[in-house]
């Protein structure tokens, strides 16, 4: 039934206090519901002490307050990292990460139940899209994991949107979604502490870009030339580089941000030192970092991770030529954590 009613996340401030002003409730409710949400992380409406008990009835009849069920969490050996697959009301699977590493629990969201992109190394493109979530599914996968933190006196420091699914062909939901956490007088999450993700759609790129906001960008690269990007990214067909560094460039002009390349290193096909240097002389000049990963092995993919060695040598080639470049640790390997891949799994 649940499905039927619509989810408290998916309203901002306006559309609960017209919800509340059409059961004639004072407006000071909005800020008790919306504390109650989004400060103390309460997750149904017996929670709320400071509310009568009709209010509360009301709430429970007729807003859901879950549409993503946790049907599976595991966790990495050493406890670090915590991945959850969601079911949501019409039964599509999404995944959120939860990666503790010294002071920071960074969470890692979805934006999407599959993804339309086909980038062939990754799970969630392995299994094509379903459809966009709504800010209120992505808002939910952060509660979730504040309300577990909260349990141990901890709290979400970070949040990449790099989880499944292409955040820029979501991007109203997903800039709702980071909006609302970013709220000050709500979950107040600093705008610098978000990180979206982009295989790299120029429009999107250039709306974000001259929207201005603090919330970091990573850019997904892989490969320095278009043969090869192509052969891994298909959108690099209609993005090709030539195109898409560019507006990465006029990216760091405008915001005057350090944009993020992502590049998972793939043994042998993007992992040498010819591979370092044409990146080099690709981003030269530009305020940028590189985050090269191992390739987290996919079931219907080739390709095997770099190795340690090869890793730091590709990332020293990189720092010498002034492009900082850090190795990302591959985080929760035994829990399947990379993106798509336990929702995979549960796929028949
Ligand atoms: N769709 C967005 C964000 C989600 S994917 C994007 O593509 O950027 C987040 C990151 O994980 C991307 O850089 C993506 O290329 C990378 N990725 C996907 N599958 C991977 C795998 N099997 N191993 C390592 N990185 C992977
Ligand atoms: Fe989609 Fe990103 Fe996976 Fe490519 S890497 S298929 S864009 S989720």
């Known amino acids: 039934m649940d499905a039927l009613k619509p989810l408290i996340y998916d309203l901002d401030r306006d559309g609960l206090k017209e919800i509340l002003t059409g ?9 008790q519901i919306w504390d109650g949400i989004y400060k103390n992380l309460k997750s149904a409406p017996s929670e709320w002490s400071n509310l009568p008990a009709d209010l509360k009835t009301l709430l429970s009849e007729r807003m859901s307050f879950q549409a993503l069920k946790p049907v599976d969490r595991l966790q990495s050996e050493d406890g670090e990292t915590v991945k ?35 980038c062939v190394f990754c799970a969630t ?87 201005k906001r603090q919330v970091n960008l990573a850019v997904s690269l892989h490969a320095a030339n278009n043969s090869l990007r192509s052969q891994l ?51 030269r000049g530009m305020i940028c970092h590189v985050n090269v990963i191992p390739l987290n092995p996919t079931q219907s993919f080739t390709g095997k991770a770099t190795t340690a060695d090869r890793a730091r040598d590709f990332a020293a080639i990189l720092n010498e030529a002034g492009i900082p470049c850090t190795i990302r640790l591959r985080r929760g390997i035994d829990i399947q954590a990379g993106c798509g891949q336990l929702a995979g799994k549960h796929k028949n």
């Open 84 to 118: 959850t697959l969601f079911s949501t009301p019409d039964g599509k699977s999404v995944e959120a990460v939860l990666m503790k590493y010294e002071q920071r629990h960074t969470l890692c969201i979805s934006s999407q139940a599959g993804c339309a992109m086909g």
């Open 125 to 211: 493109g392995q299994m094509g899209f379903s459809r966009n979530l709504t800010g209120g599914e992505i808002v939910e996968q952060v509660l979730y994991y504040a309300r577990l933190l909260k349990t141990e006196n901890e709290f979400v420091t970070n949040i990449v949107v790099m989880g499944m699914g292409e955040p820029f062909q979501n991007y109203d939901n997903t800039l709702e979604a980071i909006d609302r956490l970013n709220d000050s007088r709500g979950f107040n999450l600093g705008a610098r502490r978000f990180t979206i993700s982009t295989v790299g759609l120029i429009p999107a790129i250039q709306r974000f870009a001259v929207e």
């Open 233 to 283: 990214l298909p959108i690099n067909r209609k993005y090709p580089l030539e195109e898409l560094i560019p507006v990465c460039r006029e990216y760091i002009e405008i915001t005057g941000r350090r944009l993020t390349f992502e590049w998972a290193l793939i043994q042998g096909v993007n992992d040498r030192p010819q591979d370092a240097r044409e990146l080099v002389d690709l981003v």
């Open 23 to 31: 059961w004639n409730q004072p407006a000071f409710r909005v800020n």
